[in-house]
C-alpha cells in the first residue's frame, strides 16, 4: 500500500524559504516518478513539480526560478525547497505518484503572510 506523508509546511513571510519533505512507503519508491501539487483553498489540485526516476526534473511557470524538487532515493524521501515564496503560494501541499494523484498524503500547510 502506498503511503506518503508530506511535512515541513508552516507560516513564512514573503520571499521566505521552506523545505518540504515527503516520506514514502509501501511500495518501491525508487522506481516511480513523483510529483507534488497542491490545493488553494476554494480551488482544484495544481500540479507544481516532478521528477523521474532517473532525476530529471520539470516545473509549472509559477515554480520555475524559485521552487527545487529533489529526491533521495536511499532515504525514500521526496523533498521540494521553496524560495521567494509569495502571498498566492499559499496552500495544502501534496507529494504523490506522477501519475495518480490519488496516491497523494495528507498534506502539509503552506501559508504566505506577513
Known amino acids: 500500500e502506498v503511503q506518503l506523508v508530506e511535512s515541513g509546511g508552516g507560516l513564512v513571510q514573503p520571499g521566505g524559504s521552506l523545505r518540504l519533505s515527503c516520506a514514502a512507503s509501501?511500495?518501491?519508491?525508487?522506481?516511480?516518478?513523483m510529483s507534488w501539487v497542491r490545493q488553494a483553498p476554494g480551488k482544484g489540485l495544481e500540479w507544481v513539480s516532478g521528477?523521474?526516476?532517473?532525476?530529471?526534473?520539470d516545473y509549472a511557470g509559477f515554480a520555475k526560478g524559485r521552487f527545487t524538487i529533489s529526491r533521495d532515493n536511499t532515504q525514500n524521501t521526496l523533498y521540494l525547497q521553496l524560495n521567494s515564496l509569495k502571498t498566492e503560494d499559499s496552500a495544502i501541499y501534496y507529494c504523490?505518484?506522477?501519475?495518480?494523484?490519488?496516491?497523494r498524503g495528507q498534506g502539509t500547510q503552506v501559508t504566505v503572510s506577513s
Open positions: 509501501g511500495f518501491p519508491f525508487s522506481t516511480y516518478a
Open positions: 521528477i523521474t526516476v532517473g532525476g530529471s526534473r
Open positions: 504523490a505518484l506522477r501519475n495518480d494523484w490519488s496516491s
